[in-house]
């Protein structure tokens, strides 16, 4: 059994209040954000690699990373 610490910004949901939130904080480069599809595919891509986690932790910017590729190469959002 393997355990993987994730360390995401603040979690986007495409509410209006959270997007505003998370473009204020990109500005001022106080927390990154990432929205919450990236992070699930994110999460699940390296749950069921044959390869286990990446690295340890994923940063934001890696969850954002992965989450995207994963997004790309399904045809999510």
């Given at each position: 059994m393997q355990a993987c610490v994730a360390k995401p910004g603040i979690v986007t949901d495409g509410s209006a209040a959270r997007s505003v939130m998370a473009a204020v904080a990109?500005?001022?480069n106080v927390v990154s954000?990432?929205?919450v599809e990236e992070l699930a595919a994110a999460m699940l891509n390296q749950i069921v690699s044959p390869s286990g986690f990446e690295k340890e932790p994923l940063t934001?910017?890696?969850l954002k990373r992965i989450g995207r590729a994963v997004l790309d190469k399904t045809g999510g959002k």
């Amino acid at each position: 059994m393997q355990a993987c610490v994730a360390k995401p910004g603040i979690v986007t949901d495409g509410s209006a209040a959270r997007s505003v939130m998370a473009a204020v904080a990109r500005l001022t480069n106080v927390v990154s954000y990432i929205s919450v599809e990236e992070l699930a595919a994110a999460m699940l891509n390296q749950i069921v690699s044959p390869s286990g986690f990446e690295k340890e932790p994923l940063t934001n910017d890696d969850l954002k990373r992965i989450g995207r590729a994963v997004l790309d190469k399904t045809g999510g959002k």
